[in-house]
């Protein structure tokens, strides 16, 4: 198929949309009731799903229901936490014996030495402090890399994400004519609400350009503290560094004495038993986790080197929390790290990888398409496009509604996954349920050839 016909993607996803809404009248009904209470129905804005909002009931393994009782295969996976599958019994058993014996003391309990014990050896960082987000993450690493080399400027790279920290949320997924030339992309708040002013502490570059950081470092490599980037971007689509990319920027950074922090809150114990830093071989200053490490609780932790959290560990820096390391989030994460996540799990992710790799393979040769993924364990996107994707401005070029009809016949074809983001493996899930999500797809390229 070489030109996508305009009115035939109307067509379809006009069909799709009433389909899915036949099938969820009491998600439609009952955003009614939930916006006289909830602003605009929903606890988080990105639960503003397209074409409508739907409510969730219970999951189990690697299955969700939602309000009206559909069941689907989950791919979104809760944006990527529940690697452990929902209700995994090792997780409920933990939670529960916590919950019995008391779930807040502000104080550290046995769990949490060991949930950092195990965080060191997995990923081959001594240190580590715990936080309840991904946010609270990267908004400590940031502040331990300005308290240390006293500068503050921050690399940091466009369509990357590092959650809602005001000092952070720019151009994440930015107006490319604002942000301006991909070579020096300028930082672009990423909602309304965030001063510009906190931008100005921002150095931005494109994804896998190294030519654009070394001219930061060699311009401002003196007022830098540090660069902070997903090892391999998730929230661009996946995204591939090139060879030697990793390297470079460690090196580059160690040269200036700026720290590099890997924002790991998507990839770690997801993409490899220890994460990007297993993957690539290299080791950054400091390194942020959230989502799946804590089995389906709120978490976020920060782990360094000795140096790195030398700041924080003799009390120059404050790192501050009430619920941080909530001794219940504790133990969901020793149980989900030490009995879920185990090595042998990542295996699985990638055999499960090769089958969907293959439909893609089938649906690109029936439609024409230009259709591709990539896949890094449990983490898995669509790419619609010949050639790998090098950074955001590559994914901001593809046709958008192409990405949200193949969503559409997922949904309605009973699989539950993210609009255009990667989608994610659970534990539980076996060849029956990836089997579902590629009929659909294939289901979607023969519409389109149709
Ligand atoms: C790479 C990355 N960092 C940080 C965050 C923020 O995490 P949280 O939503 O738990 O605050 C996210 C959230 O999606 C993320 O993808």
Redesign the pocket.
Known sequence: MAVLDPALLDGLIARKEAELAERQPRSIAFAERARRALAGGVA?SWHMLDPHTMYGSRGAGSHVVDLDGNDFVDLHCG??VMVAGHANPKVVEAVRRRVGEGTHFALPVEDTVEVAEHLAERFGLPSWRFM???????SDAVRIARATTGRDLIVRVEG?????PDGLDFSGWPDVAAAGPRERPAPVPQTVGIPALFGEALRMVSMNDLAAVQRIFAEEGDRVAGMIF?PI???MGVVAPVDGYHEAVRELTRRHGAMLIY?????GATIAYGGAIERFGVMPDLI?L??AIGGGL?I?AVGGTEDAMAIVADGTMEQEGTFNGNPLSMAAAKATLTEVLTKDVYERFEELNRSMLAAVDDARSRSGLPLRAETFGARGGLQFSDEPLRDFRDRDAVEGRLVYLEYLFQMTGGVFEPNGDPWTLSVAHDRDDVGRWESNLVAFADALSA
């Open positions: 988080c944006f990527g309840n987000s991904g946010s609270e993450a990267t990357c994400y590092h959650g809602s997903e971007p998730l929230n924002d790991e809150v998507k990839t942020c959230a989502k709120p976020g």
